[in-house]
């Protein structure tokens, strides 16, 4: 078992920069395939970002690509959200998953962190 507790949201301009972190308790944080998802207010939650067990995949949102970049520690138990050029249209609670296989389903959940890009 897993448990992810997300940090690093907060309010910037559109334009501007957020790094949002994953921190992840146990031992076997590389046996994870880690994700990235979005609620924005009345919309269901969308697929961000996520990334392979080292690190060697990743795959992103049509919508973040470019803009959006994945990446993960694990001597630190920690995945990273890195997120440039801001839209208001990012705004949403930002969840951390993970999952031991790179599927479409996760099985462990953060508790969210909210991101709101004024404009």
């Known amino acids: 078992q897993v448990q992810l507790v997300e940090s690093g949201g907060g309010l910037v301009q559109a334009g501007g920069s957020l790094r949002l972190s994953c921190a992840a308790s146990?031992?076997?944080?590389?046996?994870?395939?880690m994700g990235w998802f979005r609620q924005a207010p009345g919309k269901e939650r969308e697929f961000v970002a996520r990334i392979s067990w080292r690190g060697s995949s990743t795959d992103y949102a049509d919508s973040v690509k470019g803009r959006f970049t994945i990446t993960r520690d694990n001597a630190k138990n920690t995945v990273y959200l890195q997120m440039n050029s801001l839209k208001p249209e990012d705004t949403a609670v930002y969840y951390c998953?993970?999952?031991?296989?790179?599927?479409?389903?996760?099985?462990?959940w953060g508790q969210g962190t909210q991101v709101t890009v004024s404009s």
């Open positions: 998953a993970a999952d031991r296989t790179w599927g479409d389903s996760y099985g462990y």
């Open positions: 146990g031992r076997t944080f590389s046996s994870y395939v």
